[in-house]
């Protein structure tokens, strides 16, 4: 299936609270951020359930986390400039 690009990219910087023209500080201290609270170290004590859990939104992360790397380096989708009118 094809992806909406836009969307994607739209989900992914409100998943780590950035703006539509972040950095790559500001991408890093979100991500630090995101990892302090979900890493699956920090939950191996827990039940099963809440352990996979947390697990999943890690892995889940690192996925939003390389995919915003990535535009670092590439033009951001075109709905970005339109992102930052709601800021």
């Not at 409100?14 to 500001?26: A, H, I, V």
């Amino acid at each position: 299936p094809s992806v909406d690009l836009s969307k994607k990219f739209k989900e992914s910087i409100e998943l780590f609270n950035l703006r539509p023209d972040y950095t790559s500080e500001e991408l890093e201290k979100s991500w630090r951020k995101f990892i302090v609270m979900y890493h699956p170290d920090k939950h191996h004590t827990s039940n099963p359930e809440i352990y996979a859990m947390m697990n999943q939104k890690f892995l889940d992360a690192q996925d939003v986390y390389n995919y915003l790397k990535d535009y670092l380096d590439k033009p951001r989708p075109k709905i970005w400039k339109l992102l930052l009118l709601e800021y």
